[in-house]
């Protein structure tokens, strides 16, 4: 069948019917590496397929040869159109000649089970992928009919058509093909994570599948990438393991003592790998990597093989090499939002009536930032601020914009030049002079590997932005933690709409809340209300006139106004927002809730509860109303705001800890002691965690602690918090922590009970 590519044969020139995934492969294995062997079902066999089942009353009539567009936002539309279109591609049926030939070709691996994954020939085609989830079949002809036809289904699924909608990515446009492989019996499998100094080895008894679960917390090897020696080893815990079924593709069965006990590889398997990674990345500018151990019935000895390769992508961000010349650093701070970027400064001092006249694309460098700088970050390619912390409004509107920060910069605006050409690195909180003539400069990898197994722990995604939309929506998270009402303001107001009135502020609201709404559905959306106090007198300008605060007052920093106590002097502004969840709600979006932020006593929680009853939303049945847990008090009054009717709470780590520490979570921590694990402020969670669980309401925790210090987030799960909100590019990192603690707590409880 000439649409079947073997893996060992694909030439460059045959990218766009093998995909991206199978020509790194391919290279890899054609340079001499091991890799497990395979055969491309090329993209041609897709296009033929859908053109075969298109027929007029088809809901895949004239695709690929016509825009495919999707009303994403009606969230039930689009769940029975992805789920119509998978039966409808199941149920068409593969041509003999198509299923003998692969069957054919399948069956000359000698393997019991298959493994298919997606490679795709499109400009983003990384992104895409990870919308795909690797499917196991048995070697039949059955199986592997239906397996295939699974795979070109994701493309159609409800993630994947949003995500394209959203991203602006034309589905039509986008060729798929198939990688398949044996699924051989393993004696270990794992993966390699490379940085520019080590080597960190993942490994576990049997099939990876036990990894990607969370099944297992497996062995690792910290290897120093120079010398190639290991630094620390650390055993893992395995309960349990996978190997190849004929029928299911897999099957899992229990480990016994003395195999949890060792190693999943000896010292020997050990300085293998390394030996072969390292001629791997002499050949190439290769990254993260799978590979498996097995014994094969032809070979002597076991034999390892690399099964998945990423290689650097070039996206435009940059990475500085180690060149001494290039590493004179001109000055360093904190690290608050990663990304490397290369540009002309701008300094910003004092005068700030003409930040829209400022060139795109600027480094800016300024004192600090606050929310209602967004349009011009906006346009801005990085952000160095001289004071600051992880928990600033420059660090959070930084990460969210995906533009790289580094606060904490001394003297930066005295030390850099406006139009100086710099090198900003997010990643360690430095910044470099840049020379055309010294150096190199080098992309980065921008991909994000996100795991796929599942968690007990729900984690959810902190948003502002509906730009941010698509790429959230897409990622394994439960729902939006923490939707934050300043920054979406801002994000669609501006100086011209100020005599446009409630009705326009009203219906821009709306459609933003409806936009998450509708990308997340049904997963929960957490909208915390407006926290007047935590904005600046610049922000309430651009409120309409009818909308602004009663007391004209200077709110910078001006702590005594910050929350709902605002509403108590004004509720007009919550009213509307009121409103709005209102509206949102009657378009059907019913998976929008209200959190309100800064909490202080009884009193505020009774008035906006009795707001909330008024506009009707207390009484359907699936609304929920939440209080941010900022404020210490919230400690004390928990059982009076219980039986006031709190339905959930979120503790705001950035605020609690400037409140029970008595620091600016604008300033750096001065004192060591100060810090998100200050035994205090470790106390005030445990205590309402617990509280939470006693009192039978779920408990959310938000903020930066959790991303800053990952080992707290043990103590989470284990004190009982349902929920972890955390900015999207904490996502994956944050989904293993959970993974980690769950899967300790409960080999814990295993071994207690043997």
Known sequence: MENLHPLDQIKDNQHSLVGEEALILSKVLQ??????????????????????????????????????????????????????????????????????????????????????????????????????????????????????????????????????????????????????????????????????????????????????????????????????????????????????????????????????????????????????????????????????????????????????????????????????????????????????????????????????????????????????WLPVLRKAAGVVTEVGTMTSHAAIIARELGIPAIVGATNATQLLKTGEKIVIDGNKGEIYPHSENKGAISPTPTSLTIPDYPIGTKLLVNLSLTSSIANAAALPVDGVGLLRSELMLLEFLSEHFLDEGTEFLLAKLTESIAQFAAAFAPRPVFYRSLDRGRTTANENRLLPKASRPVEQINTDNFLGYRGTYNYLLDPTLFDLELEALKRVRAKGYTNVNLMLPFVRSLEEFTFCRSRVEKIGLYREQSFQLWIAAEVPSVIFLFPEYLRAGIQGMAIGTNDLTQLILGVDRELPFTHRGLQQLNPAFIRAIEQLITLARKGGIPCSICGQAPVTHPDLIEHLVRWGITSISVEPDAVATTYRAIARAEQRLLLETARSQK
């Not at 296009?47 to 936002?73: C, K, M, T, W």
């Not at 190439?284 to 099964?307: C, K």
Request: glycine letters at 6%.
């Open 31 to 372: 340079q001499g590496h091991p890799v497990l062997p395979g055969f491309v079902i090329n993209t041609s066999i897709f296009s033929q397929f859908i053109e075969n089942i298109g027929n007029s009353s088809s809901l895949l009539a004239g695709f690929p040869y016509s825009s495919f567009h999707v009303d994403v936002d009606n969230s039930r539309s689009l769940q029975i159109l992805a789920h119509n279109i998978y039966q409808e591609i199941i149920a068409a049926s593969l041509p003999d000649p198509w299923t003998a030939n692969l069957i054919v070709a399948a069956q000359q691996f000698n393997s019991v089970s298959l493994i298919l994954r997606p490679s795709i020939y499109y400009r983003c085609q990384n992104k895409i992928t990870k919308l795909f989830k690797p499917i196991n079949c048995g070697c039949n002809k059955k199986s592997l009919s239906l397996a295939v036809k699974q795979t070109w289904a994701e493309l159609f699924s409800a993630r994947c058509l949003f995500y394209c909608q959203r991203s602006g990515i034309e589905l039509e446009k986008i060729k798929l093909a198939i990688l398949v492989q044996p699924n051989f019996d393993a004696i270990a499998s794992g993966t390699v994570e490379m940085s520019q100094k080590e080597l960190i080895i993942k490994a576990t008894i049997g099939k990876i599948i036990a990894i990607i679960k969370g099944e297992v917390l497996p062995d690792l090897y910290e290897v120093e990438k120079e010398t190639g020696k290991i630094k620390t080893q650390q055993l893992g815990n395995k309960l349990r393991a996978h190997r190849p079924h004929k029928t299911n593709g897999l099957e899992a069965y229990l480990l016994s003592e003395a195999e949890q006990g060792k190693y999943s590889l000896d010292q020997g398997s050990v300085a293998k790998l390394i030996e072969l990674v390292e001629k791997l990345t002499a050949s190439g500018q290769y990254n993260n990597l799978e590979w498996t151990l097995t014994q094969r019935e032809n070979l002597e000895t076991p034999q390892f093989y690399f099964t998945q390769v990423s290689k650097t992508v070039k996206h435009g961000k940059t990475v500085i090499e180690n060149s001494p010349q290039v590493r004179s650093c001109l000055l360093k701070g904190l690290a608050a939002s990663p990304g490397v970027e290369i540009a002309l400064a701008q300094i910003i001092a004092g005068n700030y009536r003409h930040l829209q006249e400022i060139p795109k694309g600027r480094i800016l460098v300024t004192k600090s930032i606050t929310p209602d």
